[in-house]
């Protein structure tokens, strides 16, 4: 059961993460931090290329950890970099997508980060059932939330298409 205070602390919207008026976003990347296709390309076209040179001195980053960088041309003032698990059907793929979004949030919130758009990682190149993934994002976001009531955090699903949408709204409700 997610309370009232933490559904109200959750928005579903469908649309490009790289238009989002929020402190944070977060990009689905791969272990290098050196860009891809996917959100990842998009979110390296829409920054510019500073991106890429402050992605080049951070050195990769694990799956299920994450780093931050500055926005750029974006109006976010952070993009939080994590890596999702490439779905291989293991327990693993879920406990890493889980740390994905538990360490942005982390990251996000050392960072002063109050409101924060999350894309639906590893669901697109990496091959994430799309039901199992929401399912693991809302509950980690939601108990992320729940552990941390003395913080406020506005935090957004930013589906980039209807059936994306469709799934996130009905996980956040049916809870
Ligand atoms: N805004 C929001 N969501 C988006 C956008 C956007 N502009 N563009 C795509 N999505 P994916 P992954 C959605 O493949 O599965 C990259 O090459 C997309 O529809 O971007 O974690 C990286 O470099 C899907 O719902 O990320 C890695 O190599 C979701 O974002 C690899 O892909 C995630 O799809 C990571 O794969």
């Known amino acids: 059961m ?3 205070k933490v559904k109200n602390q959750i928005q579903v919207v469908q649309g490009d993460i790289t238009k989002l008026d929020c402190d ?31 992605c080049r001195t951070l050195h990769g980053c694990r799956t299920g950890e994450a780093k931050i960088t500055k926005g750029y041309r974006l109006k976010a003032k952070y993009i939080i970099h994590t890596v999702g698990p490439i779905y291989s059907g293991t327990a693993e793929d879920a406990a890493q997508l889980a740390d994905c979004y538990r360490n942005s949030l982390n990251l996000a919130k050392e960072h002063d980060v109050h409101s924060i758009a999350f894309p639906a990682i590893s669901t697109g190149v990496y091959g994430y059932p799309l039901e199992d993934a929401t399912e693991i994002a809302v509950k ?10 003395d913080y406020a955090m506005q935090v957004i699903f930013c589906c980039f298409d209807a059936r994306t949408e469709r799934v996130y709204q009905a996980r956040t409700l049916q809870q």
Request: charged fraction near 20%; avoid cysteine.
């Open 24 to 54: 944070g976003i977060v990009n689905a990347a791969n272990r290098s931090l050196l860009g891809g296709g996917g959100v990842d390309g998009a979110i390296h076209r829409a920054a510019g290329p500073e991106l890429l040179a402050e």
């Open 140 to 149: 980690t976001v939601a108990q992320w939330l729940e552990d941390h009531a």
């Open 2 to 4: 997610i309370s009232e």
